[in-house]
């Protein structure tokens, strides 16, 4: 009798729970720039990633790392890049690489709360060996890829494939835009969903990202843009804007939509070489300028208090591990780097987020330099912030439109300081009138560099040709 009841008691409380957990939706847009979707940019049309924005809150100052690979790390393991050796450019795919496996990933830590874990797209955090991929990091499914671009329509990277449905590798999906398929398998699940059990969705997908490719009707969106590559790139953002719309159609037809969080973002800023746009920050993807990191971003759904559009508190890409782990009813680790700003997001509280790291890489010191820290208002810049630099509206002539990169040689050591709560384009840099600030925020900054990992960027390894595989990109060479 008494086991009986506690059974019962046991059983109920655990549904009760599950119930109440929300459903999240973890979107990420690869290469999307801060000036790329409609709230921000009338030119772009973006209406329902405009309306969960508005709806929801836009948040102002949520960084990122300037590239792929690092930004992805930090918000599957909520840690700096630069503590898991993932600091340096980006994994390629012939690199025996992938983020270390004592790290927890999010979707590890929302199964111990009860979730169905689901990720739909991009990995881009290594593959040499099974246990490097997602369904061996958290995740019930995967359907995607493992590197950091493929082509959009025959789904390889360089010559071989690179799409994969769980384990296997997915032939037969030549020719179908990757955002369809993506979204449609979203929205599969969704439906099959059982819903006893809170839904995780990661899903980031492939647009916008470079090969600058979507099908003829999206480009058509946009006959007042006269440059061939932005058209093409405005219309990769509303097949994406699109796919978005087809995912939260699949949640409000299931009834989940109510109890559902969405959080998203950009993985770094857009690459301005590549049709992408971050106007008026200054820069893009590759350099540690804000307009290669801060992300565009915004979160929407249950939990929330709905009574600001915009959240101005400092976060971390370190931080949404965290936030989303809080926002799940879970404790987050303490030993990462993130943080949690669930209760001052949802009820618009100061950030307690004071300082972060853009970066630190020494690995090609001191050409490539790219280091940077923020502590406060003021922002110090490290050796070669990464180009193109400059600040640029969205490019609108018939040519392509070069930018200028500047040159550093070997012993350089540029340092650059701004204050960026008064400016945030950086537009005025204080480094020759404010000494005594670069030198506190420099002293700190080596507070964190003592603690740096080495950036683990080995050569190619032969073993990775995917002619071994099957023509396919494919575990099992480390
Ligand atoms: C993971 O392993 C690395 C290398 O051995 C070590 O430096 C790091 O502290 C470990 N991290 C965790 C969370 O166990
Ligand atoms: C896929 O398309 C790209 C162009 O984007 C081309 O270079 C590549 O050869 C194609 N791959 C295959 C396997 O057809
Ligand atoms: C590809 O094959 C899988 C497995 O047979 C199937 O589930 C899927 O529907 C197919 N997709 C297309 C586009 O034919
Ligand atoms: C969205 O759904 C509609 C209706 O099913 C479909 O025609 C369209 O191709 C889908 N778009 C994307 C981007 O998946
Ligand atoms: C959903 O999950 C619950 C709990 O695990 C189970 O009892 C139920 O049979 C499942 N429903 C379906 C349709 O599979
Ligand atoms: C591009 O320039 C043309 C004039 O050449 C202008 O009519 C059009 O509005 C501009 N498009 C955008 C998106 O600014």
Redesign the pocket.
């Known amino acids: 009798m008494e086991i009986r009841l506690f059974f019962a008691l046991f059983v109920i409380s655990l549904s009760l729970t599950s119930a109440q957990r929300p459903n999240i939706v973890f979107i990420v847009a690869d290469d999307l720039g801060w000036n790329d979707l409609g709230f921000r940019n009338p030119?772009m049309k973006t209406p329902n990633i405009d309306q969960l924005a508005t709806e929801g809150i836009i948040f102002e100052n949520a960084y990122v790392q300037p590239l792929c690979s690092p930004s992805r790390a930090a918000f599957m393991s909520g840690m700096y890049p630069f503590h898991t050796g993932m600091q340096h450019s980006t994994i390629y795919p012939y690199q025996a690489v992938c983020v270390p496996l004592n790290y927890t990933f999010m979707p590890q830590e929302l199964k111990k709360l009860g979730y169905a874990t689901h990720m739909i797209g991009k990995w881009h955090l290594g593959f040499c060996k099974w246990e490097c991929t997602p369904t061996y990091r958290g995740f019930d499914t995967f359907f995607g890829y493992y590197t950091a671009f493929e082509d959009h329509f025959n789904h390889s990277t360089g010559q071989y494939l690179d799409y994969r449905d769980n384990r296997l590798p997915a032939r037969n999906y030549s020719g179908e835009y990757s955002a369809f398929t993506f979204a449609q398998r979203a929205v599969d699940i969704i439906h099959r969903h059982n819903v006893s059990q809170p839904l995780f969705m990661y899903l980031p997908y492939q647009n916008v990202h470079a090969p600058i490719q979507v099908p003829k009707r999206y480009e058509d969106m946009?006959p007042?843009?006269?440059n061939n590559g932005r058209r093409t790139y405005c219309g990769m953002v509303s097949a994406l804007d699109e796919a978005v719309g087809n995912v939260t159609q699949a949640l409000r037809d299931r009834g989940l939509f109510d109890n559902t969080l969405i959080l998203f973002t950009s993985d770094n800023g857009g690459p301005i070489e590549g049709y992408a746009n971050n106007w008026p920050l200054r820069g893009g993807k590759h350099t540690i300028w804000e307009g290669g990191t801060r992300g565009i971003s915004f979160m929407h759904g249950v939990g929330l208090q709905k009574t600001r559009t915009t959240y101005d508190g400092m976060i971390h890409a370190v931080d949404w591990k965290p936030t989303l782990i809080s926002a799940a009813g879970g404790i987050p680790e303490s030993t990462i780097d993130g943080m949690s700003h669930w209760d001052s997001i949802r009820n618009g509280l100061p950030s307690s987020r004071t300082e972060f790291i853009y970066n630190i890489d020494d690995f090609e010191v001191p050409i490539e330099g790219h280091a940077g820290i923020r502590v406060g208002d003021y922002k110090l810049i490290l050796g070669y912030p990464g180009g193109p630099d400059g600040w640029h509206r969205?490019m609108?002539s018939t040519h392509y439109e070069t930018y200028e990169q500047t040159v550093y040689l070997k012993g350089d050591s540029p340092v650059h300081l701004f204050n960026i709560r008064v400016d945030p384009t950086e537009h005025n840099d204080l480094a020759q009138k404010m000494p005594d600030m670069v030198a506190k925020l420099r002293a700190r900054f080596e507070e964190y560099k003592k603690t740096m990992v080495p950036a683990n960027f080995p050569d190619p390894d032969p073993a990775s040709d995917p002619r071994k595989f099957g023509d396919v990109w494919s575990p099992g060479w480390c």
Do not use: G, R
């Open positions: 030119d946009y007042n843009v006269n969205p609108n």
